[in-house]
């Protein structure tokens, strides 16, 4: 199987920054691209960021300019560094990664989600 392990979560006051890792582990052959997601309490799963293979990445209006994704390839871990946070940041964040397995099967695998907490 694949697994995907956040790490980084916690509580920060406006204004802080905070950097989250996601590691993927298991049957991994390759992955096709890595994103984070998070859900606000009361709200549905919104996209925050995503990093393709060849390293384009892509935001979410709301954090564009204060969050950067990037990842190291060799250690199949994606990264999400913000800066700025403002209380409508908090959420539980959560890794994704489609990856192709080893066995040349593609799969969309989900981490647990890290909670991040802009407190006033």
């Known amino acids: 199987q694949v697994q995907l392990v956040e790490s980084g979560g916690g509580l920060v006051q406006p204004g802080g920054s905070l950097r989250l890792s996601c590691a993927a582990s298991?049957?991994?052959?390759?992955?096709?691209?890595m994103g984070w997601y998070r859900q606000a309490p009361g709200k549905q799963r919104d996209l925050v960021a995503t990093?393709?293979?060849?390293?384009?990445?892509n935001y979410a209006d709301s954090v564009k300019g204060r969050f950067t994704i990037s990842k190291n390839n060799a250690k199949n871990t994606v990264y999400l560094q913000m800066n700025s946070l403002k209380p409508e940041d908090t959420a539980v964040y959560y890794c994704n990664a489609n990856v192709v397995t080893t066995y040349l099967r593609a799969l969309e695998a989900w981490g647990q989600g890290t909670p991040v907490t802009v407190s006033s």
């Open positions: 990093i393709t293979g060849a390293g384009s990445t």
């Open positions: 298991g049957s991994i052959f390759s992955i096709n691209a």
